[in-house]
């Protein structure tokens, strides 16, 4: 075989592999080819090996399977009640159906961006500036609704949607601020008038605990002193019950007694009383005292003579 026969069976050796090279296609995980035939669709690629025709089959879009997250620029929006804001949204999606989303909108980003913004709109324009403010869980239930019905012949599906940012005007902002500042200070007030009351409550309480000791405690001395003195009257009269009991049994007689009520007399005279009262007994008594005293006086006195 001729030299140059060798040589062109070695080129066309060489091509047939680096042809077979150039379309042999190893797709990976969470990706899909879409492949056209003479100009129309012919298949996906999912992952796995594959092997195109030369010069026949082309791959238009390499397709991504994974959860993607776009992060749209702020879209001025108008409520209700005439406040314009602005609001950035971000969009969860995914792509389910390569072939629709290849076919199905022609640049598929700035289709769901400006769909984003439309549907935002017409959210927003229902709701006044407080329910937006406070209501964003609901907005975003809406819209992830609206979108992912909007998207579905594009082949992608809208998993979440998010309001990233709410942008009120800077007059909108200072008259919130203030509103704040205001609730704040209020709630403050009432913390400090709670902790006065508070504090005056627990003083009243103190000082009524002690009243209600000191009361206690006079109490208590009032009622050991009454039953001291009661004790020591007790005893008292259980001595004087047993002086006339003695005395009883003693069997004293009239003389006696009449002789013990004059000390008595004499006693209570030493005293600072201004009257006494005498008995008749006791008088013929001291009169018989005194005529026994005259007697022995002048029985001494003769003596003497």
Do not use: C
Request: net charge neutral; glycine share 4%; aromatic share 6%.
């Amino acid at each position: 075989m001729p030299i140059y026969m060798k040589i062109i069976l070695a080129l066309l050796g060489f091509l047939v592999v680096l042809v077979a090279a150039l379309n042999f296609k190893i797709v990976q995980q969470s990706k899909a080819y879409v492949i056209t035939r003479l100009g129309s669709f012919h298949t996906i690629w999912t992952q796995g090996p594959h092997f195109k025709a030369p010069f026949i089959d082309r791959i238009v879009k390499v397709v991504s399977l994974k959860e993607q997250v776009v992060d749209f620029a702020p879209q001025p929006v108008i409520t209700k009640d005439n406040v314009t804001m602005q609001i950035d949204t971000v969009l969860y999606f995914a792509i389910t159906d390569p072939k629709l989303y290849t076919y199905g909108v022609e640049h598929p980003m700035s289709a769901i961006e400006n769909l984003t913004a439309t549907t935002l709109r017409n959210i927003i324009g229902e709701l006044e500036l407080d329910q937006t403010l406070t209501s964003r869980d609901i907005i975003n239930s809406k819209m992830r609704a609206l979108l992912d019905e909007a998207t579905d012949p594009w082949g992608i599906k809208v998993n979440r949607v998010e309001l990233k940012n709410i942008i009120p005007p800077r007059e909108i902002q200072d008259a919130m601020e203030k509103q704040m500042k205001a609730e704040r200070e209020r709630r403050e007030s009432i913390l400090q008038a709670e902790g006065t009351k508070q504090s005056q409550i627990l003083v009243a309480e103190g000082e009524k605990q002690s009243l209600i000791l000191k009361a206690e405690a006079a109490k208590e001395a009032a009622i050991k002193r009454a039953e001291g003195e009661a004790e020591a009257i007790l005893k008292v009269q259980q001595a004087t019950a047993e002086a006339l009991k003695l005395l009883t049994q003693a069997a004293p007689s009239d003389q006696v007694v009449k002789l013990k009520a004059l000390e008595a007399f004499q006693k209570a005279a030493d005293g600072r009383a201004t009257k006494l009262i005498i008995p008749s007994e006791i008088q013929g008594l001291a009169g018989l005292a005194a005529s026994t005293k005259e007697i022995f006086t002048d029985e001494k006195g003769e003596e003497k003579k």
